[in-house]
């Protein structure tokens, strides 16, 4: 094994600008592997941030009666079901018309527990006036009907519900990045919410899991659970199956590219080796001459492309992560900001690296099993 080592390191820099090339052509495909995996993990993080961070992975209700009157035992069962939940909070969800003077519009008046639904929708951080509600009849407001009912902090506003009207205080303003939430939310506590509705319980119970793909799958689990008690699921996978598709599509462009990179650098390395046989036949055949053994002649082709491998790998990792680097502090914008967030993740960077190693590995066996066949006698014949 050390002989065949010294020989491939000997054929490998006795043409120092041949492997120079090669360990380049390597590099740029796992660089272009780093790069292409970062990126598209990167943009589906993003993707999967801006259209479920904000919102519930799955929520439980009741369709046959509206309200769930004992949703705290339903809370503390699917906290017990699965360590997967992050957060799981009580709605109540009213719809109602706010009145400013003659001024109106609809809304979805929402009572929450704010300790756990700042969870999901984060109102602490995303408020751009005033406060959150902490007592009855009180309400935060999308900064768009702000703009529509020209309201501020402290004012007064009136709430048609049913039929029914109550008059609010409001207390902030918030954005919550999505248009039409911002035009048609207002949240105040599920106290002032029960109160307004004469109930005690929560219309729907949401949540959020720590690996939102697995919400379908849970989802059917908790069905069969609550099947008995008359409540049902839904989850962001039955409903967003657009973005599903669109996610796995780039997932396997994704494939697709690396997958023909990888055959580019194998193909390239076992022609190039192909060809490093016949330039070493003479050596070959005179080492063989000399005593060494046909695994011997393998193992000098197998350790070049384990040689290769490995610096092919390390200067790829490093391309690619420099590239990466250059994207995000280049391709920013106008706040700053990357225009895709990429996501490096040091088990794909390592497996990279790993499937190139192995690449090159599978690109030499070619050679030598080759280098192995070639006999004395066929040295001479062609010398």
């Known amino acids: 094994m050390k002989l065949a080592f010294q020989i491939a390191w000997r054929f490998l820099t006795s043409a120092k600008r041949q492997t120079l090339i090669i360990i380049l052509g390597i590099s740029v495909g796992v660089s272009v592997q ?3 995996g970062s990126l598209i993990s990167g943009l589906q993080d993003n993707l999967i941030d801006t259209a479920i961070g904000s919102s519930s ?3 439980v ?3 046959e009666n ?3 009157n004992d949703y705290q035992d339903t809370i503390t069962l699917l906290n017990n079901q699965s360590d997967l939940f992050t957060v799981v909070t009580p709605v109540y969800d009213l719809p109602g018309i706010l009145e400013k003077g003659t001024e109106k519009t609809e809304i979805l008046y929402r009572g929450l527990e704010f300790d756990s639904a700042n969870g999901i929708y984060k109102f602490d951080e995303r408020l751009t006036e005033g406060s959150l509600p902490d007592a009855m009849n009180e309400i935060a407001l999308g900064i768009k009907i702000k703009e529509e009912l020209d ?5 007064t506003i009136v709430i048609e519900i049913f039929g029914n009207f109550e008059t609010l205080t409001v207390v902030g303003f918030f954005d919550i990045g999505v248009a039409q939430l911002n035009r048609s ?3 105040g506590t599920i106290s002032t919410l029960q109160t307004i509705a004469g109930e005690t319980g929560a219309t729907r119970i949401e949540s959020q899991l720590s690996e939102a793909f697995e919400a379908e799958t849970l989802a059917l689990e908790l069905d069969t659970v609550l099947s008995s008690s008359g409540l049902k ?3 962001w996978m039955v409903e967003n199956e657009s973005l599903l598709s669109g996610l796995q599509g780039q997932s396997i462009s994704s494939l697709m590219i690396q997958i023909f990179v990888i055959i580019s650098v194998v193909l390239g390395i076992s022609s190039t080796l192909a060809i490093t046989v016949m330039q070493k036949s003479r050596q070959i055949g005179i080492m063989k001459a000399m005593g060494i053994t046909n695994r011997d002649a393998s193992l000098v082709f197998l350790s070049e492309g ?3 491998g490995i610096f092919g790998a390390i200067g790829g990792v490093l391309f690619g992560l420099g590239l990466s680097y250059a994207f995000t502090t280049f391709a920013l914008n106008a706040d700053g900001t990357p225009v895709v967030p990429l996501s490096i993740d040091p088990g794909f960077i390592a497996l990279s690296g790993g499937v190139a190693l192995v690449a090159c590995l599978v690109a030499s066996l070619t050679p030598a099993i080759k280098s192995s066949k070639l006999t004395v006698i066929e040295v001479i014949r062609n010398a």
């Open 34 to 36: 780093v790069f292409i």
């Open 151 to 155: 309201l501020n902090v402290n004012d």
């Open 185 to 187: 939310w207002g949240v």
């Open 306 to 308: 384990f040689f290769l």
């Open 61 to 63: 209700v009741d369709d």
């Open 57 to 59: 992975h799955i929520t």
């Open 66 to 68: 509206g309200v769930i």
């Open 233 to 235: 699921t839904q989850n």
